[in-house]
């Protein structure tokens, strides 16, 4: 209930800074408004969607980027430089605890995190290289695939590995975790580790072009494709995703990409979002949240389709 | 079993690089939220003058980063470490320490994987280590 009422005054607070705006009562356009009724927006915003990104199981990123690019003022590569940096500080933010429980793997993340960082560098070259309404369709069109991945990808708590590959064998990746929640210890391993590799590859490409954190993919690619367990792979695709992000991120900042009115407020309102979303976890059903994000992605992605095809500006 | 136990069980599960690796990422995640709040409150608050004046950032923040770069004379790269008493400068040494705490992780890995004669994971550490130090220099973007 307080966290109810949490998501009510965040709301009042957006609503009331926007109709205090002059310029917003007048209906003026978005250069004309205040300064300050953006980062706040943005702000309360992040604060929102960080609350609901963790119980849905995904990244602050891929709620952050169709969303703030469809509907705030900024050009498109500041919002990917600030959602970047949103999905990278949520992952950094949780990464120790994590790997602490042993519910993040530093054999099973390394090599695949070195092709996608490197692949994310490649992403964010290109992705500043194309005209903004080239990746605003693009994005738009991903958005949409994230959807159709959302609604139709099955999942596999301790998917059956019979044997692992030659690559995952001479790596040595395998190992132990404990479940607290089956309350056992969970031997893994994996298989079609190559697979794997080339998946990531296209995986860190995608994040670094879209400034998307690439959770939506590394799940699946993990559990599905190379058989780890869901809650590892949960782990591990966050860890994976604060070294791909963090790359990616150099290359937005060097690029003068990173515009710290947008970056800042982003970053703090999905941390604090994200430690109240923890809480909400235990009181809200995860599949109600998880509709809840699959209709706002598809509206964002419909939005950012529409925005890069020039229909809906 | 009660709690301590429960979060003991789990640590004996941690590899000691898992371990080594979490402890310099939560330092460097703390440091950088730190740093990053406190130089946003010292922008947003007017308290250290801006190079972009706040008022102006509704007609900037539409252009493209090259366009904006151009007409508000920032600097591309690092070149941004010149102008530090800027206020709109000051977030970024947050979120350089957020982005950076990765590559001191993987350093602070070397010593172990070394000790260990791990030599397949410290080849990988290494080539981590060197394309995060590629993105961060600049190399890829200057000239662009």
């Not at chain 1, 992952?91 to 042993?102: D, E, N, S």
């Not at chain 2, 539409?62 to 977030?91: E, K, N, V």
Request: positive net charge.
């Amino acid at each position: 209930m307080r966290v109810l009422r949490l998501v009510a005054g965040t709301a009042m607070v957006l609503s009331s800074a926007w109709c205090a705006d002059p310029a917003w009562a007048a209906g003026e356009p978005a250069a004309a408004m205040q300064w300050w009724v953006w980062p706040l927006s943005l702000f309360v915003i992040c604060f929102v969607l960080g609350m609901i990104a963790v119980p849905a199981g995904v990244g602050g990123g891929v709620l952050f980027v169709p969303i703030i690019s469809g509907f705030f003022p900024f050009h498109l590569d500041f919002v990917r430089g600030a959602g970047l940096l949103v999905a990278l500080a949520s992952a950094v933010a949780a990464g120790p605890g994590l790997l602490r429980a042993g519910l993040a793997d530093l054999r099973l993340a390394l090599p695949l995190a070195l092709l996608a960082s490197a692949s994310s560098i490649a992403g964010a070259l290109i992705g500043l290289a194309l005209p903004a309404p080239v990746v605003q369709t693009a994005l738009g069109a991903t958005i949409l695939g994230i959807v159709a991945l959302m609604c139709a990808a099955s999942k596999s708590e301790f998917p059956q590995v019979a044997r692992p590959d030659s690559l995952a064998a001479a790596l040595r990746i395998h190992g132990v975790f404990y479940d607290a929640v089956h309350r056992r210890e969970i031997t893994w391993q994996v298989h079609r580790t190559p697979l794997g590799l080339v998946l990531f590859l296209g995986i860190g490409m995608l994040a670094g072009l879209f400034g998307l954190g690439a959770g939506w993919a590394n799940v699946p690619a993990l559990n599905l494709v190379m058989g780890v367990p869901l809650r590892l792979s949960a782990g591990s695709s966050g860890f994976i995703l604060s070294i791909v992000d963090s790359s990616a991120v150099w290359v937005y900042m060097n690029k003068g990409a990173v515009l710290a009115i947008v970056a800042a407020p982003s970053v703090i309102g999905m941390m604090l979002g994200a430690f109240i979303g923890a809480r909400l976890l235990t009181i809200i059903r995860a599949s109600t949240i998880r509709k809840l994000v699959i209709a706002v992605l598809l509206a964002a992605g419909l939005r950012a389709l529409a925005k890069g095809l020039g229909l809906w500006m | 079993m009660d709690v301590k136990d429960e979060g003991e069980k789990r640590r004996a599960y941690a590899s000691p690089e898992q371990l080594r690796y979490a402890r310099v990422l939560e330092a460097g995640m703390k440091l950088g939220l730190c740093v990053l709040v406190a130089g946003f409150l010292g922008y947003v608050s007017g308290v250290v003058p801006a190079h972009v004046p706040l008022a102006q950032l509704p007609a900037l923040w539409s252009l493209a980063a090259p366009d904006y770069l151009r007409a508000t004379g920032m600097p591309q790269g690092w070149g941004w470490l010149a102008m530090l008493g800027s206020g709109d400068i000051l977030p970024l040494i947050g979120i350089t320490v957020l982005a950076g705490i990765s590559m001191l992780c993987f350093i602070a890995l070397l010593p172990l994987y070394a000790a260990r004669r791990d030599w397949i994971y410290l080849t990988i550490t290494v080539l981590e280590i060197g394309v995060l130090a590629l993105a961060a220099s600049g190399l890829l973007t200057a000239g662009h």
